[in-house]
């Protein structure tokens, strides 16, 4: 069983291997991250929470976080299809993330 | 799409009939709602991550059969034909506020 705790301290590991920066916008962040708890504790892995996954890790691979596009999203966009993991430099920016297209064939 | 359980929100004010297919998981979902409810505008939602399986996927691939729109969330449909995938809100403002 993962808590919110759990999940926040995944996400900012996550962050800080990668050399990314997490949204400032903490209500944003928050609901990410508990919704990181609830898809672990459901489906057994942190799916992204931006996309609706089948629970079945087999087809859910691509979108275990970090996801499969969240480097091409961040290349094109600065961060990531959920606005959560920003890049360093579209951070100092200041820019709120927004929705970007889905980069994955559904 | 008949069997889904919506939940329904009366608001003020009626941008025709607004449906929003949502994860309860995703930060736009969430922001996308909190702008409809801002704005006193009527619709109903389902979180699609809270469906089964089988309904998820049937829901999933009918959307994307539907309107011709890969299935991102939030999926927000107007009067039936007008889709607007993800949220943006200016995009939002000006298909639902008059």
Redesign the interface.
């Known amino acids: 069983m993962k808590k919110f705790e759990d999940a926040k301290l995944f996400v900012t590991m996550v962050a800080s291997q990668q050399g990314w920066e997490l949204n400032r916008d903490q209500?944003?962040?928050e609901?990410?991250i508990?919704?990181?708890a609830?898809?672990y504790n459901r489906y057994g892995y942190y799916s992204c929470?931006?996309?609706?996954?089948?629970?079945?890790k087999d087809e859910d691979r691509d979108i275990v976080c970090p996801c499969r596009y969240c480097r091409p999203d961040q290349e094109e966009y600065g961060h990531c299809f959920?606005?959560l993991y920003l890049t360093k430099e579209y951070f100092a920016t200041g820019e709120e993330p927004?929705?970007?297209?889905?980069r994955r064939?559904? | 799409m008949e069997n889904i359980n919506f939940t329904y929100e009366e608001g003020k004010s009626k941008a025709g009939d607004v449906t929003v297919y949502a994860l309860s998981t995703c930060a736009f979902c969430k922001k996308a709602l909190k702008f409809l409810r801002e704005n006193s505008i009527s619709f109903r939602y389902v979180y699609v991550d809270e469906l089964d399986y089988e309904s998820r996927e049937e829901l999933k691939a009918r959307l994307r059969d539907k309107y011709r729109e890969s299935t991102g969330f939030p999926f927000l449909v107007i009067d039936d034909k007008t889709v607007i995938v993800g949220f943006n809100e200016e995009n939002y403002k000006r298909h639902l506020v008059k």
């Open positions: 209500e944003h962040l609901i990410l508990e919704g990181f609830k898809n929470p931006c996309r609706a996954a089948s629970g079945k959920c606005g927004a929705s970007i297209p889905e064939k559904v």
